[in-house]
C-alpha cells in the first residue's frame, strides 16, 4: 500500500467516476483501475461497487477512505513542514437545506484556510441527497433539521446510513415575510392569519414525501402554495409576492436581504437544526473547523 494509492481512491470518491478521477490525475483509466484493484487485492477489501450507474463506497470502504484521508493529510503537513513543499490543494464538501448561517460558516471557512489551491464545494439541496450525500462521503458533513413529525422517520434513515446526528440548536418556528407585508407588524402570528399568503416551500423532487420537507407543519393544506428550488428565488418571492415561508427564525445579516424579518409562529413545535457524519469516520481538520464555524455563525446571526 503505497500514499499514492490512498491518494487514488480519495480522487474517485471525489469524481464519482474513475474516469473523471483519471482525467485529474493525469494518468489512463486502465492504469488507475489497477492501482486500486492492486490496492484492493492487497487488503482482501473490496473499497468500490462498481455498477453501470457509476461506482459508490462499500460500507467497509467508508471506513477505509476515513483513514486513508487522514494519512494523506499527515503525510502533506510533513512534507510542507519539512520539505518546503508547496501547500496542497484543500478539499472538503457540505451537503445542506437552504440555510443561510450554512453558508455564512462556509465563507468563514474559506477565509481562514483557503489558500492559493483549494476545491470546496457547499451543496443546497434535498433532504433526501443530502443523507445520500453524506452515505456516499460524497460529503463530510450534511445539514438538516429534526422535528417531532420526521424525527422517527430520518432517524432509522441515518442508522441504516451509519450517519449521526449532532444538534447544533433548537429553534422556535418563525415565519419569513417581506418587511412591506402586513403581518410584519404583528409581534407573533397564528396559523389562520396566514391563509390569504402565498406559501412558499423547497421542492423535494423525487422524494417528495412530508418527511423530507424542509418545513414544518407539511402535511397542512394551503389555497396558495409555489414549490421552489433555489434560497434566492424564495426570498424574491417573499417579497415580490407578500408570501411566508416557515424556518428558524436565524437569519444571517451579512448574506440575507434587509427586506426580509422573522416573525414568531404561534406554535408548539420546534425545529431541532443539526449536522450529519458518518458514525466511524474521523472528522478531517476542515470538516472539524466548519462545524466550530457553524457554530459561531448561528450565535452572531442569532444576536
Known amino acids: ?52 450507474k457509476g461506482i459508490t463506497l462499500t460500507k467497509k470502504g467508508v471506513e477505509f477512505l476515513s483513514y486513508a484521508r487522514q494519512v494523506v493529510e499527515q503525510a502533506e503537513l510533513l512534507e510542507n513542514r519539512y520539505l518546503n513543499a508547496v501547500p496542497s490543494s484543500q478539499h472538503f464538501s457540505v451537503s445542506t437545506q437552504h440555510y443561510a448561517f450554512a453558508v455564512n460558516a462556509f465563507v468563514k471557512l474559506v477565509k481562514e484556510y483557503g489558500h492559493e489551491e483549494y476545491e470546496l464545494a457547499i451543496r443546497e439541496t434535498k433532504t433526501y441527497e443530502i443523507i445520500e450525500d453524506v452515505k456516499t462521503m460524497r460529503s463530510e458533513i450534511g ?22 446526528f449532532t444538534s447544533l440548536f433548537i429553534a422556535e418556528p418563525h ?7 402586513p403581518l410584519a407588524k404583528e409581534s407573533s402570528v397564528v396559523i389562520d392569519q396566514l391563509e390569504p399568503y402565498p406559501y412558499l416551500s423547497f421542492e423535494q423532487g423525487e422524494y417528495n414525501s412530508f418527511y423530507f420537507s424542509e418545513e414544518i407543519l407539511s402535511t397542512l393544506t394551503r389555497r396558495k402554495s409555489i414549490k421552489v428550488t433555489d434560497r434566492a428565488t424564495l426570498f424574491n418571492l417573499l417579497i415580490g ?10 437569519l444571517s ?51
Do not use: C
Request: glycine share 2%; hydrophobic share 45%.
Open 1 to 52: 500500500m503505497t500514499l499514492q494509492q490512498l491518494k487514488y481512491v480519495l480522487e474517485i470518491n471525489k469524481r464519482g467516476s474513475i474516469n473523471e478521477a483519471a482525467k485529474h490525475l493525469f494518468i489512463s483509466q486502465p492504469s488507475l483501475s489497477n492501482a486500486v484493484k492492486e490496492l484492493e487485492n492487497e487488503l482482501k477489501l473490496t473499497i468500490f461497487e462498481r455498477t453501470n
Open 143 to 164: 445539514i438538516l433539521f429534526l422535528n417531532d413529525f420526521n424525527r422517527n422517520v430520518l432517524m432509522k434513515l441515518l442508522k441504516d446510513a451509519n450517519l449521526t
Open 175 to 181: 415565519i419569513f415575510i417581506s418587511v412591506h407585508n
Open 241 to 250: 409576492l407578500n408570501g411566508y415561508t416557515i424556518s428558524t427564525g436565524v
Open 253 to 303: 445579516r451579512d448574506l440575507n436581504s434587509n427586506k426580509i424579518i422573522p416573525v414568531p409562529l404561534e406554535i408548539e413545535d420546534r425545529i431541532d437544526v443539526g449536522w450529519i457524519a458518518h458514525k466511524t469516520v474521523a472528522l478531517s481538520r476542515l470538516a472539524t473547523a466548519y462545524v466550530d464555524f457553524l457554530h459561531q455563525s448561528v450565535k452572531i446571526s442569532d444576536n
